[in-house]
């Protein structure tokens, strides 16, 4: 079994809760503010570790309390932390509000800033090993972290999230992309809806694929993942869940994909798992602690 690699952001998550998002220059009274530990990058290295795979986690945290208590959080849940280093800043925060099923959210970087390519030149990877990272580490980074991850014949996983425009050579570095459609409208050139025919999202898909064996991931929530892998397509069913708090349902998906292809499981089958798992997180407040275990994941496919 191969080691799950993330490079990426760690957050101190501060979200409060209201009935209704407020418009522009409107004041609306919440229920409660919350802090949980988040990040795309840990939230995704947590959902790995707790799903079974040995997990490392590459990246900075501040000098100041929220970075104390995310150190502690995240060992916690099994993550080596080994990659993780101290930077002169504050900590990554996310003030997150949640009103009904959905939520906005703002992300000031901190130390994810300063995330650099000298703190992903002695990762360890080997053939087996995942590397996966996303958008919230400066992308020079993450280019360097998949060079090596591709020269040691690890496989790369990019979820490109929050959007914003990667240059050819990165894309090319890419095994697999994981991305909403939103994303992969920005990402093509074109504008897409969560309405959209599945055949209309697969041949833009088609579009942005960089090399003939590239496989393009796309989350749907509740309509569940259609997958263009080389010049195969097909889809996983979603799942009818109360949701909650979506906060993290991404990075949860893209942990637990991860973790099942660090254990050589077949690209369909994980992607079924991986809903699965994000289907279980929803259903619970917070992001990284909202991430299910293996036991909890088999029960849900078990039942099915």
Request: with cysteine.
């Amino acid at each position: 079994m191969g080691r799950v690699f993330v490079a990426g952001s760690i957050n101190m998550d501060v979200v409060a809760t209201a009935d209704r998002h407020p418009k522009v220059g409107e004041t609306v009274a919440g229920r409660e503010v919350l802090y949980f530990p988040g990040g795309k990058g840990a939230n995704q290295a947590v959902a790995a570790s707790r799903l079974g795979a040995k997990t490392t986690l590459i990246g900075r945290l501040g000098k100041d309390s929220f970075g104390a208590e995310l150190r502690t959080f995240l060992g916690a849940q099994g993550v080596d932390l080994g990659s993780v280093r101290e930077a002169d800043t504050h900590s990554g925060t996310a003030i997150i509000t949640v009103a009904a099923s959905d939520n906005t959210i703002v992300v000031i970087p901190g130390s994810n800033a300063l995330v650099s390519a000298d703190d992903v030149a002695n990762v360890p990877l080997a053939k087996e090993d995942v590397a996966v990272s996303q958008f919230e580490i400066p992308l020079p980074t993450i280019a360097a972290f998949f060079r090596r991850a591709r020269a040691a014949g690890a496989m790369t996983v990019l979820n490109p999230a929050p959007a914003q425009k990667m240059s050819p050579e990165l894309l090319a570095l890419v095994d697999i992309l994981v991305l909403n459609e939103t994303e992969l409208g920005f990402l093509a050139g074109h504008e897409l809806s969560d309405g959209d025919e599945a055949a209309k999202l697969i041949a833009v898909a088609r579009q942005l694929q960089a090399r003939a064996d590239q496989t393009i991931c796309i989350t749907l929530g509740k309509r569940g993942v259609l997958a263009l892998a080389g010049s195969e397509e097909f889809a996983v069913p979603g799942r009818a869940v109360k949701a909650v708090d979506t906060t993290g349902a991404g990075d949860c998906f893209v942990g637990a994909l991860a973790s099942q292809l660090a254990d050589g499981v077949p690209l369909h089958t994980a992607l079924a798992f991986a809903n699965a798992a994000a289907s279980i997180s929803v259903q619970r407040m917070g992001a990284g602690p909202s991430m299910p275990t293996a036991a909890e994941v088999a029960a849900v496919l078990n039942a099915a």
